[in-house]
C-alpha cells in the first residue's frame, strides 16, 4: 500500500473520529439533559407528595381534636344544666379558633329550623338529610355534612353528633372554618408559587395557602374545573405533571382524598420553578462537555501532526519488517522442535516448518494443505487429554502447556507450548512450539524406577517396601528379615562384581519364590526383606523352604559358589504395623546370627539386645573426644591423576570390640543426638587438618565431610563459618556432602541451611546421587555445586563374564545411563564425582563419558593424614 495514501487515509479517519466522538457527546448531552429533567421534576413530585400527606394527617389531627372535644363537651353538659349549656358551648368554642358555631337543638328537628336551639358563635346553615339523622344514633364519631357558606361567605364544614341527655336525644352541631387553622395547615414555600388548597367534593375552596380568593363570590369552583380535579385526585392519590393551574400558569400537582370528611387535598407548584433546579444540575455538566471537545480537538491535532512526523518511517519500518520476517523464517526452520498453526475451530495445520521431516518424518508441504490435523499426529490414547486442555486454556485464556506423545516411527513424546491468536481474517489459530523430550522422559522414567527399586537388584528399596507392607498388614502375614552370611568374604576374595552378581542372584531366586501378594526388597549391603500373606503353613517351615531354595549352588565369574542365609521372622496375625514387625525381624536376625542359628523366631525376650545397644550408645559417649575416633581420607582425582581433593572418613577403634563400622555406629549416633557431637568433631578435625597439610607444604583443594540429616537444622552455617574462621580457612575449599536419602526428610529445613552454606562460599555436594529419591521435580531446586554418581551405578559399568571363557565387555545399558546422569548433571552446572571406580573399564568408560573427578580402590584407598601427605606432597 501506498504510504501517501495511507497518511492520506489516516488524516481522515481522524476527523472521523473526531466527528463521531463530537456527535456522541451532542446525543449523550441531550440523553444527559433529559435524564435530569425528568429526575428533577420526579424529585420535586415525590415533595409534593410528601406535603399533600403532611396536609392530610394536619387535616385529620384538627378533626381528631375537636372529636376529642366534642366528647368532652357531651360529657359536661350532660351533667350541668339547659340554662349553663351556652356558657360550656361558648369556652369550647373558644379552645378550638377552626370551631366558629356550635349548637344543640332537640334531635327530633334536624331538619333544619328548631325554637328550641341554643347556639353561640357565627350563624351556620346546615342541613340533615333523613338517612345521615338515622345513622347518627350509636356513632362514635363525627358526622361531616357538605361544605357550606357561612354568613361571612366564606365556606364552612358542618358536623353532626347524637346526644342522649336525661333521656332525650340531642343533636350537637358545629361548623368549621379551616381558614382560622392556618398556623396548623401551614404552607413553608409559599414563596415559591407553591399552593395547599382544600376543597369540598360540591367544589368550595375552604383552605388556600398562602391565602387567596377562590373564583367567583362564594368561592365556588367552575363546573370545568371541577371536571378536571375530578380527572387527576382519587381515594388512592395522583400526581399529575401538568395540569392548568387556577391563576392560569400550568402546574405540576398532587392530591388525595379524605373521606371521613368529603374533602380533596391538593398541593401545586408552578412548572417554571423546576427550571432553576435543572440548571443547577446540569451545568458543570455542560462544561465539562464543552472542556471535552476543546480537549478532543486538541488530541486530534496533535495525533494528526504526530502522524505526519511518522509517515517518513513507515517505508524503512516496512522493510526492517520484511527482513525480520525472513529472518525469523530461517530461525524457525533451525529449530530443535516444530513450530505450527492450527484453525481453533477445525483443527486443520495451515502451518508447520521443515522440523517436521525429523519430528515426524513427513515433510511440511505433506502436512499442510492435505486437511490433516494436528490431532492425527496425536498418540490415540493422549488424543483426548490434549483436546480437554486446550479448551481449558482457551475458556481461561491462558496459555497452553502440555507434554504428549506423538505417532512417529517409534514413540516419542513432545512439550508443546502454544498460545491461541486472532488472525487478520477473523479466524482464530494456536501457534505453538513442539520440543522433543523423549530422551528426556526416558532419563525420568529411569530415574523414578530407581528412586524405588535398588539400582543393583531391580528389586523394591527399603522406603518402598516399607510402604507396600504397610498397605497389606492388616491382613496378617510373615515378615522375614535375611542376610547372606560371610557375604564379605566373596567380596574379599572374589571382588565386588562377584559380590554384586551373587546379591543379583539372590535376588532372582527370592522373586522367583514369592507367592501372589508377596514383597521382595533389598534393604542394605547383604540384606534382604520379605513379606507373605497369612496362609497355614507352619512359617517355620516356610522360611526353611525358602532357605533350601537360596542356597542352592550359584556359578559366579564361571566358579561354583555356596551360600547360607540366615534368617529373623515374625508372624503378624491382623491389624499388624510393618514398621514395627520389621523391627521384631531385624531383633530375630541379630540374635539368630549371634548364637550361629540358621533361622530364628521374634519373642518379646529377644528385646534385651536393646541392652547391648545401651552399652554401645555409651562407648560412643567415652570415645567422642578420645583417640579412639579418627579419619581417614580418601583421594578425588582428575583424569590426569592430579589430586583434587579429599574426602573426611570417620573411623572408631574400640578398645575391646576392636574396629566397629560406621554403619552400626553412625544410624546409632543419630538415633541418640550424638551425631551433633560427632560431626563437630569430623568438622573440626578435617580443618585442622587441613592447615596442617598446607604448614607442610601440601595445597589441598578441597575437604569434603559428610553430613546427617539432623545436623541441617537452622543455625548450623554459623556454626561451619566460626570452625572455618578459628582455622583461618576459606570456605571455598571445604565441601559438605548429604545424601539425597536423608535430604528428602526434611526437604525444606535442609534446602535452607544448605542455601545458607553456599552464599558463605561453602561448595554442597549430593553424594550417592540415584540409589534414594532421585527425581528431577526437586534436582533442579537442590543449591548444589556437585554430584555424586552412586557406586552400584559404576560397579555395572562392567558386563558379567560370557559363556565364551570370560571374556568381558562394557555394559552399555549401565553405560547409556550413567552417561544420562553426567549430562543431566552437567545441564544444571554440577561437577560429577564418580565413586566406586575399581577397574580400568570403568575409569576408561567414565572418561569418555565427561566424567571430571574420580574416587575408589582402582585410584586409591581411604588413608591416614601422614600417608596423603607422603603420597602427593611436592617432595614425594
Known sequence: MDPTSSHVNGTHSLWRIFGLNAALMVVLGGLFLASQWFDVREQEMRRLELLDTQLHISTEQLIANVSREMMVLERVLSSEGKELWRGSLDSALGRHPSLVSLMVVPFADYRGSSLRQIGVGRSCSWQLTQPEAQAL????????????????????????????????????????????????????????????RLFSTNGLLLFSSPQEHALGVTGKLPLSSMANMGKYISERGVRRYHVPGFDGRPRMAAGSYIAPLKLFSVVSQPLSSLWWLWWNRIWFGML??????????????????????????????????????????????????????????????????????????????????????????????????????????????????????????????????????????????????????????????????????DALTGLYNRKAFMAAADERVAAGGLMIYADIDRFSTVNDGLGHEAGDQLLVAVGERLLRLLPPGGLVARLGADEFGLYLPHGNDDPAQVVEEIQQKVERPFTILGRPLIISLTAGYVLSETNGDAQALM??????????????????RWESSLDKHVASRMTLEQDLRQAIGSEQLYLHYQPQLDSQGELQGVEALLRWRHPELGMISPAQFIPLAEETGLIFRLGRFVLEEACAQ?????????????????????????????????????????????????????????????????????????????????????????????????????RSFVMKIDAVAGSDGGIRCPNQQAIQLVGAVISLGHSLGHEIVAEGVETDVQFEELKRLGCDTYQGYLLARPMSAEAILERFSVNA
Open 690 to 790: 587441613m592447615v596442617r597439610w598446607q604448614d607442610a607444604g601440601l595445597h589441598m583443594p578441597r575437604m569434603a565431610v559428610n553430613l546427617s540429616a539432623r545436623q541441617l537444622t537452622s543455625g548450623y552455617e554459623n556454626e561451619v563459618f566460626g570452625v572455618l574462621e578459628s582455622q583461618k580457612l576459606s570456605p571455598t575449599r571445604l565441601e559438605v556432602e548429604v545424601t539425597e536419602t536423608l535430604l528428602i526428610q526434611d526437604m525444606e529445613g535442609g534446602l535452607a541451611v544448605l542455601g545458607a552454606l553456599r552464599e558463605l562460599g561453602v561448595r554442597v555436594a549430593l553424594d550417592d546421587f540415584g540409589q534414594g529419591y532421585s527425581s528431577l521435580s526437586y534436582l533442579s531446586s537442590l543449591p548444589l555445586d556437585v554430584l555424586k554418581v552412586d
Open 288 to 453: 465539562l462537555g464543552g472542556i471535552f471537545l476543546v480537549v478532543l480537538v486538541v488530541v486530534v491535532a496533535r495525533a494528526e501532526r504526530k502522524r505526519a512526523e511518522r509517515h517518513d518511517e513507515l517505508e524503512g519500518a516496512l522493510e526492517s519488517m520484511t527482513a525480520r520476517s525472513r529472518t525469523l523464517v530461517t530461525l524457525m526452520d533451525n529449530l530443535p522442535g516444530v513450530v505450527y498453526r492450527i484453525e481453533v475451530n477445525t483443527g486443520v495445520l495451515t502451518f508447520i516448518s521443515n522440523g517436521s521431516a525429523e519430528l515426524f518424518g513427513r515433510s511440511a508441504e505433506s502436512l499442510v494443505g492435505a486437511g490433516i490435523t494436528l490431532t492425527e499426529l496425536i498418540h490415540q490414547e493422549d488424543r483426548q487429554s490434549v483436546s480437554a486442555a486446550r479448551h481449558w486454556a482457551m475458556c481461561a485464556q491462558m496459555r497452553h502447556e502440555q507434554v504428549f506423545r506423538i505417532i512417529a516411527d517409534h514413540e516419542r513424546w513432545v512439550l508443546d507450548r502454544s498460545v491461541m491468536i486472532e488472525g487478520e481474517d477473523g479466524v482464530r489459530y494456536w501457534e505453538g512450539l513442539l520440543l522433543d523430550i523423549s530422551a528426556h522422559k526416558e532419563s525420568e522414567r529411569q530415574l523414578d524406577f530407581l528412586a524405588r527399586h
Open 583 to 600: 523391627l521384631n525381624a531385624d531383633v530375630a536376625l541379630y540374635h539368630a546370627k549371634s548364637r550361629g542359628d540358621h533361622a530364628l
Open 137 to 196: 344514633p350509636g356513632r362514635s364519631s363525627l358526622l361531616f355534612g357538605s361544605a357550606l357558606p357561612l354568613a361571612s361567605g366564606q365556606p364552612g364544614l358542618p358536623f353532626y353528633r347524637h346526644m342522649d341527655i336525661e333521656g332525650m336525644s340531642w343533636l350537637l352541631i358545629g361548623c368549621l372554618d379551616f381558614s382560622e387553622a392556618r398556623s396548623l395547615l401551614a404552607n413553608p414555600n409559599s414563596d415559591d408559587g407553591q399552593r395547599l
